[in-house]
């Protein structure tokens, strides 16, 4: 039986919002059944807010009981056994609430397995301009010796000129074919199948 509890955000691409989930079936399995994984993400506009919430879905359909909390709201990680850690990139950083959180639990976060990701290029994939969005953010060097992630992953973001400024607005008219949804849900639920395949196979 799925038990869900609802805390705001977005759930684009989902079929529907997922803040809590727990599960109580006899009929699963026992590595699965327990094992408490935390997914935050630092997002912008809402659009990493949205990947939060599909990595947290897939997690969930494999029995994992999944927190999604945004950075601020995170109080603790000694109650999770594993950790998803993602925020929206910013002119080559990621946002100031995910750096936070892992600079505050890094001795705890390098006790338990955490995957990290990083939402933000947009355009032709193939442009030098998606290519150069699509580097490493600036400090990920560090975040990853700070939180000894598993893995770090960088997935295509989604651009609404509703949510900026008139500056950037008038900028799209420099920087043609920049705005869209370029996010691959297939892509972001096979990386989240990855990682709940990980976490079942083996204890957390």
């Known amino acids: 039986m799925l038990?869900?509890?609802?805390?705001?955000?977005?759930a684009s691409g989902a079929d529907e919002e997922?803040?809590?989930?727990?599960?109580?079936?006899?009929?699963?399995?026992?590595?699965?059944?327990?094992?408490?994984?935390?997914?935050?993400a630092a997002s912008m506009h809402g659009s990493t807010s949205d990947i939060a919430?599909?990595?947290?879905?897939?997690?969930?359909?494999?029995?994992?009981?999944?927190?999604?909390?945004?950075?601020?709201?995170?109080?603790?990680?000694?109650?999770?056994?594993?950790?998803?850690?993602?925020s929206a990139v910013y002119m080559g950083h990621w946002l100031d609430p995910a750096k936070?959180?892992?600079?505050?639990?890094?001795?705890?976060?390098?006790?338990r397995p955490v995957w990290l990701f990083s939402s933000g290029p947009v355009g032709n994939p193939v442009s030098k301009m998606a290519q150069g969005m699509a580097k490493d953010p600036v400090e990920m060097a560090g975040l990853r010796i700070a939180s000894h992630a598993?893995?770090?992953?960088?997935?295509?973001?989604?651009?609404?000129?509703?949510?900026?400024?008139?500056?950037?607005?008038?900028?799209?008219?420099i920087f043609h074919g920049l705005e869209g949804d370029?996010?691959?849900?297939?892509?972001?639920?096979?990386?989240a199948s990855g990682i709940a395949e990980q976490l079942t196979r083996t204890p957390a």
């Open 18 to 40: 997922v803040a809590i989930m727990t599960f109580a079936d006899e009929a699963e399995p026992d590595r699965a059944r327990g094992v408490r994984v935390l997914v935050s």
């Open 53 to 86: 919430q599909v990595i947290a879905q897939v997690l969930s359909e494999q029995s994992l009981t999944v927190t999604v909390l945004e950075p601020e709201e995170v109080q603790s990680i000694e109650e999770y056994d594993a950790a998803i850690i993602g």
């Open 100 to 111: 936070d959180l892992v600079n505050r639990y890094h001795d705890q976060l390098s006790t």
């Open 3 to 10: 038990c869900a509890k609802h805390s705001g955000g977005h």
């Open 182 to 191: 370029f996010r691959d849900w297939a892509e972001i639920r096979q990386w």
């Open 150 to 173: 598993r893995d770090h992953r960088i997935f295509a973001g989604k651009l609404d000129r509703r949510g900026l400024s008139h500056a950037q607005r008038a900028s799209l008219l």
